[in-house]
């Protein structure tokens, strides 16, 4: 059974491991090839776009795909959002792969905004330095803001705000550490995005214990795909769609 798995996230990772292990299926793995040296991966990886919608649903007819798991991270709107509107077209089913949503806890002071633009918008006033742990593509509403800002990436951003300080590094990351960090450069609040995961949850749990607030930016409206949370939990979907048994 032909799978394609759109990637670029530790779940999807995971997800490459255990099909490149199970003789039920011959997956490839599509990386939208943003990050600039991506982790080895366990399955065939083909790197690039596919010239959007109508591109995407004429791959998964020539390539005879059976089944699509999107397994981008979760504020990949445009890619999730093209890729249902694809396997719709060409009849292909889809599921999600996702990492649970973080919550807040007692003790955190969080403030929910629904866009990046809201989040900019609420630091009016604030006199602190801003952790901005938002990916070098979400820089943007920050841009024209005359303040001090601490700017986190995995590769460099090709703007940063005037007067940021640029920290290159990839997670996981540990509660002493992101506290170090924080404390180093006089943090009074940060911004980041609600992805999810264990990989980087040590910036709230610092948050936390140093009682800075948090605008957390929530996660673009949900398609109507089947989602799922772990990478086993998505195998079983694909078993269950092979012609085997239908």
């Not at 004429?58 to 981008?72: F, M, P, Q, S």
């Not at 300080?165 to 990839?170: A, F, G, I, K, S």
């Amino acid at each position: 059974m032909r799978i394609l798995v759109l990637g670029g996230t530790t779940e999807a990772r995971q997800l490459a491991a255990l099909l490149a292990e199970d003789v039920r299926f011959q997956a490839m793995l599509s990386l939208a090839g943003r990050t600039r040296e991506p982790a080895p991966q366990a399955l065939p990886t083909r790197i690039g776009g596919f010239g959007g919608v109508a591109g995407l649903a004429d791959y998964l007819r020539a390539e005879g795909v059976r089944a699509v798991i999107d397994a981008t991270h979760p504020f990949a709107d445009q890619i999730s959002a093209n890729a249902e509107a694809a396997c719709a077209a060409a009849g292909v089913p889809l599921a999600v792969l996702s990492r649970r949503p973080w919550t807040a806890g007692a003790g955190d002071d969080w403030r929910r905004v629904p866009t990046m633009a809201a989040a900019a918008q609420l630091l009016a006033g604030l006199l602190d330095t801003v952790f901005l742990t938002v990916g070098r593509q979400e820089l943007e509403p920050f841009l024209a803001m005359d303040r001090r800002f601490l700017v986190r990436a995995v590769d460099p951003p090709d703007v940063l705000p005037a007067g940021a300080t640029l920290v290159l590094d990839r997670g996981p990351y540990t509660l002493d550490g992101e506290m170090a960090l924080m404390r180093d450069y006089g943090v009074g609040t940060l911004v980041t995005k609600n992805s999810g995961g264990d990989a980087t949850a040590a910036k709230l749990q610092a948050a936390r214990s140093l009682g800075l607030p948090v605008v957390m930016v929530d996660r673009p409206p949900a398609g109507t795909a089947p989602r799922f949370y772990t990478a086993s939990d998505a195998v079983d979907w694909l078993a269950a769609h092979s012609p085997s048994a239908e």
